[in-house]
Nanobody, 124 residues
Framework: QVHLVEYGGGLVQSGGSLRLSCEASLGTHETFETYHMGWFRQVPGKERQFVAGITKRGGFTGVEDFAEGRFTISRDNAKNMVYLQMNSLKPEDTAVYFC??????????????WGQGTQVTVSS
């Protein structure tokens, strides 16, 4: 069992930057390296959308096309933290951003653990 809390969202102008953080609280006998970590986002009326993922030890990252060259995912296993650095933000990036964790998969359908979400609003 892992409890995820994400923060760092807010209001930013188009072209600006934000860094989202997600802190994982684990059981005494759990290790953060057990989990692949990722970020998803969702706007009203649309499905929750994959943004970026990072493997258990940080050896591989993947970013969706809309975020390529703008967003970077990273993790610090010593701190049980995962981050999403977002640069060159666009109004269409406005969404609630969710931290996600799973031992095997980061597909929307298979993720077992979600954070509560943090709002990102990009003004034009």
């Amino acid at each position: 069992q892992v409890h995820l809390v994400e923060y760092g969202g807010g209001l930013v102008q188009s072209g600006g930057s934000l860094r989202l953080s997600c802190e994982a609280s684990l059981g005494t006998h759990e290790t953060f390296e057990t989990y692949h970590m990722g970020w998803f986002r969702q706007v009203p009326g649309k499905e929750r959308q994959f943004v970026a993922g990072i493997t258990k030890r940080g050896g591989f990252t993947g970013v969706e096309d809309f975020a390529e060259g703008r967003f970077t995912i990273s993790r610090d296993n010593a701190k049980n933290m995962v981050y999403l650095q977002m640069n060159s933000l666009k109004p269409e990036d406005t969404a609630v951003y969710f931290c996600a964790a799973d031992t095997e998969s980061l597909t929307r359908e298979e993720v077992h653990y979600w954070g509560q979400g943090t709002q990102v609003t990009v003004s034009s």
